[in-house]
């Protein structure tokens, strides 16, 4: 194998070695699933919001019993005597209590929705790495729906939140 | 490689890169079923991608080829299936095409691949069937050019004297 002892004739060795024409069969998969209805993938900063929606709930519970606790702190008989936390609002909310004040107001979260307005690109940047990066700002309105039981009703509460994101540049 | 892109249908790009996708795809999977699978889950993805009539396409390619393998690596179950066939000596499928009057070359090239470090076939690979420059290949394996032609360099010098020793 003498045409490998050197790199130049080593690479053209290796480049008339040709690689396996792919099976008919993945074509065929291929064909099949692009076939398939396509889950919709929003694009650009909708499918970014997706995610930080997505993010967001995870703290959905916390800031509407957030929001809860600063409504029930405007009726201090509800707060008397009740422990703190998420656990003692819904358990407040979901357990009549005949020891409760008539009028106490209780409420629990039921629904949530993030909306994205405004989403603001603010130039390049050089992360903690060295590496370039875009900054971009986004801009949302958090909306809680918090269900009063007993008949009292619903009531949405809206917050803007913003959001930056750090979106890493390739360069090539 | 070369400027001109295939035309509009996945077909055609389908029939340009088909090889080089798979033989790239072989970097990551234990068997023939594998690579396939890797190759048409980023194919699929990167012709459902709204970035592939952009620029560098062929780069995305790849590098999407890379992603869904090194995907397929990290999964448990196919870990363990990997294990499996490894052991029972399975992954025996040939990467080249028998070409008349080689010898056997091409079944000794690919076993000289496979002795090579993952970092050092992945560019080399790219370089001599996927027709990449540094560049495209730096952007498909998120290196600087300068590390895939430094491994594109130790690699083809481990080829050598690989290959060279299969000399009878």
Redesign the interface.
Known sequence: ??E????DS??S???????????A???S???A??ESP?PVRP?GVRSRFVRVSLWASWSVTAAAAAVAIAVVLREPRAVQGEPSGTAALQQQATTPDPAQPAGAFKVMPVNWAGYLFNARDEGIVFLDDGRPARKVRYEFVDTFELWAPGGAGKVNVSYPREEIRMIPI?T? | MSDSLPNGTWQSWFDAYGRKLLLFARQWATSAADAEDIVQEAFVRFWRSPRRNQGEAPVQLFAMVRRAGLDQVRSRARRRLREQRAAAGEDEAAWFSPMDGNDGRDAEIQAALRLLSDEQREVVVLKIWGELTFEQIGASLDISPNTAASRYRYALEALRRRLTTFTP
């Not at chain 1, 060795?13 to 099976?23: E, F, K, M, N, Q």
């Open positions: 194998m003498s490998f002892t050197e790199n080593l690479e060795g290796l480049r008339r070695t040709r690689p396996v024409a792919p099976p069969r993945l074509a998969a291929i064909s699933s692009l396509t694009e390739r090539m």
